[in-house]
């Protein structure tokens, strides 16, 4: 008799688990309609509809957050738009869905050129070359990216920045009376 409730329960407790096993979709699987929303926005992204495309992929990912290649994408638009760090944070929520996606690591380390910042993308680069286990075109255009630099206006922009020396004042004019 005392075994019986702990048998109940114990076998509850198993049907309640593998029921949600059984309910839960497998990582790499990836909901339809997200999938078809993407191609959309890919479309869209091609025909030069920037903003159609971002509004396509953010419902593409409410639908389904774990759809790496529209956080791609969106990355994509985001840098067509000339936003590099948004477009970073995007290629880093790819990242975390899967670390070693070689897409999303040449991507991050464009933007990150563009934004001036070559050291991470150096990062980006050496990762790469551990993912990829020998030469492969997406080390070989990161190479490239790094090589050529930021653009002149970022550049133009660290080098003309002046900070002022400590305890300059800066001298502002009074009204003059009359």
């Known amino acids: 008799m005392r075994v019986l409730p702990i048998a109940f329960a114990s076998a509850l407790g198993l049907a309640a688990l593998s029921t949600a096993v059984q309910g839960q979709k497998a990582d790499a699987q990836v909901d339809a309609r997200s999938v078809a929303l993407l191609d959309q926005a890919r479309a869209a992204h091609r025909a030069g509809s920037l903003e159609q495309a971002n509004d396509l992929l953010e419902t593409a990912l409410a639908v389904d957050p774990k759809n790496r290649a529209a956080f791609i994408e969106l990355a994509e638009v985001a840098k067509a738009q000339g936003l590099p760090g948004k477009a970073i944070r995007f290629y880093r929520e790819a ?6 996606d070689r897409a999303a690591l040449v991507g991050q380390g464009d933007a990150l050129v563009q934004k001036g910042a070559v050291t991470k993308a150096r990062e980006n680069l050496a990762k790469l070359k551990q993912v990829c286990n020998g030469a492969c075109p997406e080390e ?16 133009s922009a660290q080098a003309t920045t002046k900070v ?6 800066q001298k502002t004019r009074t009204p003059q009376q009359q």
């Open 95 to 100: 990242l975390e869905l899967e670390p070693n």
């Open 140 to 155: 070989a255009r990161l190479a490239a990216l790094i090589e050529k630099g930021p653009p002149p206006a970022v550049l």
């Open 164 to 169: 002022p020396a400590p305890g300059a004042e």
